[in-house]
């Protein structure tokens, strides 16, 4: 596995968020508690912009139907809703990441 560098830690406070664009990808980098995550920034069920959502603790809500992931993980804590039919959701893809220095380093296949 090839770690890229993806930031630095003074650029992202605990319980922010940030989007970049790595090896072609579009992830989303979370700070939970000085903890760094990062997850696909494509929602698996309509491909919205979970950096659009609201991060509540380690949990993104997609703005599009209110699928909800855990950043930690990206498993697929509760599936949307499309007008008053709710559907299961897969789960998002996850990266491992690292810290070096001042760096914050995703790692990517």
Do not use: W
């Amino acid at each position: 596995m090839k770690y890229v560098k993806a930031a630095r830690i003074s650029a992202l406070t605990p319980g922010n968020k940030m989007l970049l664009t790595l090896e072609g990808r579009t992830i989303l980098l979370a700070n939970i508690q000085n903890v760094y995550y990062a997850i696909d920034n494509r929602c698996p069920h309509m491909g919205g912009s979970l950096y659009d959502g609201k991060l509540e603790g380690s949990q993104i809500t997609c703005p599009r139907h209110g699928s909800v992931f855990d950043v930690a993980t990206g498993k697929a804590v509760s599936g949307g809703k499309l007008l008053f039919m709710k559907f299961k959701v897969r789960d998002a893809q996850s990266y491992p990441v690292k810290t070096e220095g001042e760096d914050i380093l995703i790692g990517i296949e």
